[in-house]
């Protein structure tokens, strides 16, 4: 007895469907690092806790979590990579840092970010793109 054409082709239709409603992956850009000099008016220390960036295709502003990288005054720092979504291929535009500085009585203050760097090279691609240096200057910035 032969087995109905249909309940095969049901079940690779059904696997393909599962296929495509998996989240896309490919459209992240990983690995992607920041540098950040320090010059804040008053010589703090500060901590850099986000990073935010236009993304054209989106049109949208997106803000993402760093990990914590503290950077003493005069110093130039670079985060510790991380995954972008939706940023593969995509040329990001007025990146900003978002970060703390630590006050005399050595607890952080609010969170500031700087005023948006336009990079030359902006486009993100997978191969440990580094974007900087975003120079903090003082805890006014937009």
């Given at each position: 007895?032969?087995?109905?054409?249909?309940?095969?082709?049901?079940?690779?239709?059904?696997?393909?469907?599962?296929?495509?409603?998996?989240?896309?992956?490919?459209?992240?850009?990983?690995?992607?690092?920041?540098?950040?000099?320090?010059?804040?008016?008053?010589?703090?220390?500060?901590?850099?806790?986000?990073?935010?960036?236009?993304?054209?295709?989106?049109?949208?502003?997106?803000?993402?979590?760093?990990?914590?990288?503290?950077?003493?005054?005069?110093?130039?720092?670079?985060?510790?990579?991380?995954?972008?979504t939706n940023a593969l291929n995509v040329d990001l535009?007025?990146?900003?840092?978002?970060?703390?500085?630590?006050?005399?009585?050595?607890?952080?203050?609010?969170?500031?970010?700087?005023?948006?760097?336009?990079?030359?090279?902006?486009?993100?691609?997978?191969?440990?793109?580094?974007?900087?240096?975003?120079?903090?200057?003082?805890?006014?910035?937009?």
């Amino acid at each position: 007895m032969r087995k109905p054409m249909i309940s095969s082709l049901a079940v690779v239709a059904a696997a393909a469907a599962a296929a495509m409603a998996q989240p896309a992956v490919a459209d992240t850009c990983k690995n992607v690092k920041f540098k950040v000099t320090n010059n804040h008016a008053e010589g703090r220390p500060i901590e850099i806790r986000k990073v935010k960036y236009y993304n054209p295709h989106t049109r949208s502003t997106r803000t993402e979590d760093v990990k914590n990288t503290r950077c003493s005054h005069g110093s130039t720092c670079t985060t510790g990579g991380d995954n972008l979504t939706n940023a593969l291929n995509v040329d990001l535009n007025d990146i900003q840092v978002v970060f703390v500085y630590e006050e005399r009585d050595g607890q952080w203050s609010r969170e500031f970010q700087t005023q948006p760097f336009k990079p030359t090279y902006r486009k993100c691609t997978n191969s440990d793109k580094v974007y900087g240096p975003v120079v903090v200057s003082d805890s006014a910035g937009g």
